[in-house]
């Protein structure tokens, strides 16, 4: 300004013009580099995050639906990673602006030393003002966060029931309740709202303000003669240059604080202990196999045989066949096979060789042959030969196709009677030496639940089944009966014998035989 404008030199003012255009392409060019490499940053957390919570909820296999619930997980996916993922965006702006920051600094320095005070002393004083907003936010996040876990949790059994719900004519009084609960998410959505509004309109409102005020200070001291006009315009476009960083410096730090919140529930989900084995070293199991105990309860299971696990409340016999199937880190130590600690023998291994049938097992969406087999290689001959076993032939001649007739993701398409008994072939295909599973026969009439365990029986035979049950149909044809009282082992023997000789076993068979006949 002063060499060109003032003095009349049009050399130099062609030449500090060849400048500006040089600076102006290159900041285009810096500009496109910046966007391309945030949205590139951006990508790969995303896709770090969510395959670090994949692999994570893989390891926790079937104990994750009992750890956390489905809506936390979904969105944990959905909403908590692209969170923590935009947040990591504020690195390259925020690192631009301390270098704009100080360099800025060190050139009005050159220019005005009150100059310089005035901006080191300003910039600080706008990232104090939204400071109570941040913890605001990050307080009010974390009740939204954790509320929309438990709401998408309900969406995610809405639409898992809807069918059931139709039949039930209840459709309408949930989809009322949804939308009460919906509103609440909506309260609290406005809570967040209000700080985070307030950052968005400081972040636009105090730079401007700070360079009214610098230009300010610096217009009197070119009115009394302390710069020149070209200092004055040089002080100003210095000052509008850190406008821009400022206000990203401070809606970085609003979503540094929004994903805050995000990343410590990502954090809670990869801090769930995952059952371990030792696939280092890892001890074979001895061919045959061999007895199966859990010293917690006190259950033994004999190789070879058909056993059933009984108890007043089945959340214990659950939590036995949890800790036999390696699901729980309750006492992953403790339960042995053949004498081998579980924990010692490699994964694939014990996955191969051992199998637990779980009533809430996905069942994904593929043709009955692909359901059935699993990740097994697909044999027509043996997939017809376990849907007998587990008499579902009907379920099969129902649907169009036999085999390749497609079934709907979550066997949605299927009753729960027919989806319990899919699931249960796909147990029996696998043909594990040790067969664990839970209450296999819950969802169907008496006839059907006759049929199953006797055709689970001689399928089954030579090789270790065990089962939790309350059914006197199925503890009648059991080889050995475990009674369990408060999680423990309280009495061992056939069906028949403790019937004579525990008045207990006799009291829950009988509660158990008088809810079947009345839910008939």
Not at 444 to 463: K, P
Request: glycine residues 10%.
């Amino acid at each position: 300004m002063d060499d060109g404008l003032v003095a009349g030199d049009t050399a130099a003012l062609v030449g500090w013009a060849l400048v500006l255009l040089a600076v102006s392409v290159l900041n285009a060019l810096l500009g496109i580099a910046r966007h391309r490499t945030m949205t590139k940053i951006r990508m790969d957390a995303s896709f770090r995050s969510v395959r670090a919570t994949v692999w994570h909820t893989s390891r926790l296999g079937a104990s994750l639906a009992r750890r956390v619930s489905a809506g936390e997980v979904v969105t944990v996916g959905i909403s908590d990673v692209n969170t923590v993922a935009q947040a990591l965006t504020v690195t390259g702006p925020g690192v631009g602006a301390v270098l704009a920051y100080a360099v800025v600094a060190v050139v009005l320095f050159t220019i005005s030393p009150l100059l310089t005070a005035l901006v080191l002393g300003g910039v600080p004083l706008l990232a104090i003002a939204v400071g109570p907003f941040l913890r605001r936010i990050e307080h009010t996040g974390g009740e939204y966060r954790a509320y929309q876990g438990r709401l998408t949790t309900r969406l995610v059994d809405v639409v898992a029931g809807l069918r059931v719900l139709n039949g039930l004519g209840g459709k309408a009084f949930v989809a009322e309740r949804y939308e009460q609960q919906s509103q609440g998410l909506v309260d609290r959505g406005y809570r967040v709202a209000g700080p985070s509004s307030w950052v968005g309109a400081l972040s636009g409102g105090l730079p401007a303000l700070f360079l009214a005020a610098v230009v300010w200070s610096s217009a009197r001291m070119a009115a009394v003669g302390d710069i020149t006009i070209g200092d004055l315009v040089a002080v100003y476009g210095y000052v509008a240059v850190l406008v821009i960083p400022v206000a990203s410096f401070i809606e970085g730090a609003g979503d540094i604080a929004r994903a805050r919140v995000a990343g410590q529930r990502i954090i809670d989900l990869l801090n769930l202990p995952v059952v371990r084995h030792n696939d280092d070293d890892p001890a074979m199991i001895p061919t045959g196999c061999g007895p199966l105990a859990d010293p917690d309860s006190g259950v033994i299971v004999r190789p070879g045989a058909f056993t059933a696990l009984v108890a007043a409340r089945p959340a214990e016999a659950t939590a036995v066949i949890e800790r036999l199937g390696h699901l729980s880190t309750d006492s992953e130590a403790g339960v042995t096979w053949a004498g081998v600690r579980i924990h010692d023998v490699a994964r694939e291994e014990f996955r191969h060789r051992l199998v637990v049938a779980d009533n809430h097992a996905e069942v994904f969406a593929g043709t009955v042959r692909d359901v059935v087999a699993g990740r097994l290689e697909p044999d027509d001959d043996r997939i017809r030969a376990a849907i007998r076993t587990a008499v579902a032939e009907d379920v099969v001649e129902a649907l169009p196709g036999g085999l390749d007739a497609a079934i709907a993701a979550g066997g949605s398409d299927l009753s729960g009677g027919q989806r319990q008994r899919i699931q249960l072939a796909r147990a029996v295909y696998s043909t594990p030496d040790v067969l664990l599973a839970v209450d296999p026969t819950s969802a169907v009439d008496a006839n059907t639940e006759a049929a199953m365990i006797d055709r689970l029986r001689e399928a089954r035979r030579g090789t270790t089944t065990v089962v939790t049950t309350a059914s006197p149909l199925v503890l009648d044809r059991a080889d050995e009966v475990v009674v369990l009282i408060n999680g423990h082992a309280s009495s061992v023997g056939r069906h028949a014998e403790l019937l004579r000789s525990d008045p207990y076993y006799r009291d829950l068979v009988s509660r158990a035989q008088d809810d079947t006949e009345a839910d008939e």
